[in-house]
């Protein structure tokens, strides 16, 4: 089998929050996120908007269709409050679900917490862009990304177009 070289992925953080938009908390959900990622994934770029609707939308597709990231992480805003909206806005803007990101992140997190049935979030992609909730504090970040990490670069390969062997490989050993 003939191995491919490392990808290097890059990826952009949206930190979804009125507080932290507005500067009456500090944010440290995109450090846990940039210390949490694997050594591939390089952070593009980030912005931390208020729990708008409209806002969130905008900014994904100025990350997916004009800065043409592969990887976008919204932190915040998948709970059960009325500003939580996160997982409406991404829904809006996704053309495909990605069901199982969701899915594992909250079964990683049933281990941990009796609320983890609790979590709205939603995963999905638009273009070559894959878009993944992820909840608004530093602990839940990282556990969640734990979950998805392992299976991301094939994900992104396939998503991209990079994948050599798909189609012709055993994906058995996967």
Not at 87 to 113: D, F, M
Request: negative net charge; hydrophobic residues 35%; charged residues 25%.
């Amino acid at each position: 089998m003939i191995m491919s070289e490392k990808k290097n992925f890059e990826y952009a953080v949206i930190i979804a929050s009125d507080s932290r938009s507005s500067g009456e908390k500090i944010d440290s959900c995109l450090a846990a996120i940039e210390e949490t990622m694997s050594d591939n994934y390089k952070l593009k770029t980030s912005k931390i908007v208020p729990d708008d609707l409209d806002k969130l939308q905008e900014t994904m597709i100025e990350f997916a269709d004009d800065l043409k990231t592969p990887l976008i992480l919204v932190s915040g805003g998948t709970g059960f409050s009325a500003r939580d909206i996160t997982p409406e806005a991404t829904l809006k803007v996704i053309e495909k679900e990605t069901p199982g990101i969701s899915e594992a992140i909250r079964l990683s997190s049933r281990e941990k917490t009796p609320y983890w049935m609790l979590s709205r979030a939603v995963s999905g992609i638009r273009g070559q862009s894959l878009i993944i909730n992820l909840p608004g504090s530093p602990k839940a970040v990282r556990e969640s990304i734990t979950a998805f990490l392992p299976a991301l670069d094939h994900g992104l390969e396939i998503l991209l177009g990079d994948f050599l062997q798909h189609g012709s490989e055993d994906f058995s050993k996967h």
